[in-house]
């Protein structure tokens, strides 16, 4: 049966328990803002006004968001393949999500807010030091953060050693690519796709 209410749905789902509302914020407490200090990896949500939708993942050293106070961060637009559809639906909707990982780290951090694009030198100058400096950084107003619990990736084992595929059991990108683009040169080996985008970091 496809479900087509809320109601139907409440049919299905208890309400969230007290714990599971409570723990909303609406600005970065300390341990929000430690979490944010010492995580790497972050995956952007987007929407358009159209309703085109994006994950895009985003990755640095823990430390490269920036916490401008409790309530605003800056994510560096960090350079990439120029499709730049992040950043084009948050131009159009303002919207995002944000979703942080710690590797070992079970919990995540979710943030839900406003955003939008700048190139204030005060803030690309924060990233001044970079091998390659950010064109732009996405800000991020803060409406609601909180912790998310450890059950999905407790189900997945993201961290534990025994859960990691060796690379060679996957094709490269160069072949995938190959294949859906049809292409009939000789595809990239992996080894030669970390070399290329070791200048990229």
């Known amino acids: 049966m496809k479900i087509n209410t809320i109601d139907q749905l409440r049919e299905l789902y208890d309400q969230p328990n007290g714990r599971a509302t409570g723990k909303q914020m609406s ?3 300390t341990h929000a803002t430690n979490f944010i200090e010492k995580s790497p990896f972050l995956i952007l949500s987007t929407i358009s006004n159209q309703g085109n939708m994006d994950a895009s993942p985003r990755g640095g050293k823990p ?10 961060i800056a994510i560096p ?3 990439g393949n120029n499709r730049i559809d992040s950043i084009v639906n948050i131009v159009e909707s303002g919207r995002v999500g944000l979703l942080f990982l710690i590797p070992g780290v079970d919990e995540t951090l979710r943030v839900n807010g406003s955003a939008c694009i700048t190139t204030d030198e005060h803030i ?3 990233y001044s ?3 390659h400096p950010p064109k732009s950084c996405i800000i ?3 409406e609601e953060v909180f912790l998310h619990c450890a059950k999905a990736l407790m189900r997945s084992k993201l961290w534990n050693n025994e859960s990691q595929i060796k690379r060679s059991e996957m094709p490269s990108m160069g072949e995938i690519l190959k294949d859906q683009l049809g292409s009939s040169e000789k595809p990239e080996s992996h080894q030669d796709m970390v070399k290329r985008y070791q200048g990229d970091l």
């Open 77 to 79: 637009d960090a350079k």
């Open 63 to 72: 430390g490269f968001i920036d916490i401008l106070n409790d309530q605003e």
């Open 124 to 126: 690309l100058n924060r």
């Open 27 to 29: 600005k970065l407490d």
């Open 129 to 131: 030091s970079e091998q």
């Open 140 to 142: 991020v107003n803060i």
